[in-house]
């Protein structure tokens, strides 16, 4: 049974476009994230949902809009998609947000947007 | 903002070799995490270190977080080609509950060679 999925696993489309990822994850976990990862690797936070309510949001252009219609799906929805969203998007999970120390968090296997 | 500055970001060594991997900053973190990750899979957390100094090993992998919690290093003994991947600190940031939100270090991709 795979933990935190996603679909599409590849995504590729026009400039302007309107696109939706979606994320399921089974563990029975509270709190669900959205990540960026660039060309570089490197991996930041866009969003955090916990039980359906959003925790954070980074600053991201609001092309974005995640939903959370419940607490075991996270759904990524970007309109007019731009060149540099081209990326690979996880998403993730863990057991809460309410941590002094870092639990852990189960990633997807992420969806890679490829925007022409 | 707090940062994480991972070294070296590209490492390529042979079958058998021993290698460090450095993830620093100037910031306190109240832990810190090492997470590999596979090309086309997402990274999957390999440890967490809480205490200044606290050093954990993982067979062949030894973490050790900074007497000051402000750095962490990944030891890897005869590394393998397994241990190919990118691998990724993150940090909670110290002072309160960090409300799900993990700084990450830019990543090191290590290639070993059989």
């Known amino acids: 049974d795979t933990a935190v999925s996603q679909t599409p696993k590849y995504l590729v489309t026009q400039m302007g476009n309107d696109k939706s990822i979606k994320c399921e994850q089974n563990l029975g976990h509270d709190t669900m994230y959205w990540y960026k990862q660039d060309s570089k690797k490197f991996l930041k936070i866009m969003f955090s949902?916990?039980?359906?309510?959003?925790?954070i949001n980074e600053t991201v252009p609001n092309r974005f809009s995640p939903k959370s219609p419940d607490k075991a799906h996270l759904n990524l929805h970007i309109n007019s998609l731009e060149l540099g969203d081209s990326a690979v998007y996880f998403c993730a999970s863990s057991s809460s947000w309410y941590f002094v120390v870092a639990e852990t968090q189960y990633f997807g296997p992420g969806t890679r947007l490829l925007v022409l | 903002t707090q940062l994480l500055e991972q070294s070296p970001q590209f490492l390529s060594i042979q079958e058998g070799e021993n290698l460090t991997v450095y993830c620093n900053s100037s910031s306190v973190f109240s832990s810190l995490q090492w997470y590999r990750q596979e090309p086309g899979e997402g990274p999957v957390l390999l440890v967490t270190v809480v205490t200044g100094g606290e050093v954990k090993k993982l067979k062949r992998l030894t973490f050790q977080f900074g007497d000051a919690r402000k750095d962490s290093s990944l030891h890897i003994t005869a590394a393998q080609p397994g241990d190919t991947g990118l691998y990724l600190c993150?940090?909670?940031?110290?002072?309160?509950?960090?409300?799900?939100?993990?700084?990450f270090g830019q990543g090191t991709i290590l290639t070993v060679h059989p």
């Open positions: 949902y916990n039980n359906k309510e959003l925790i």
């Open positions: 993150a940090g909670a940031p110290a002072g309160g509950t960090s409300y799900g939100k993990l700084t």
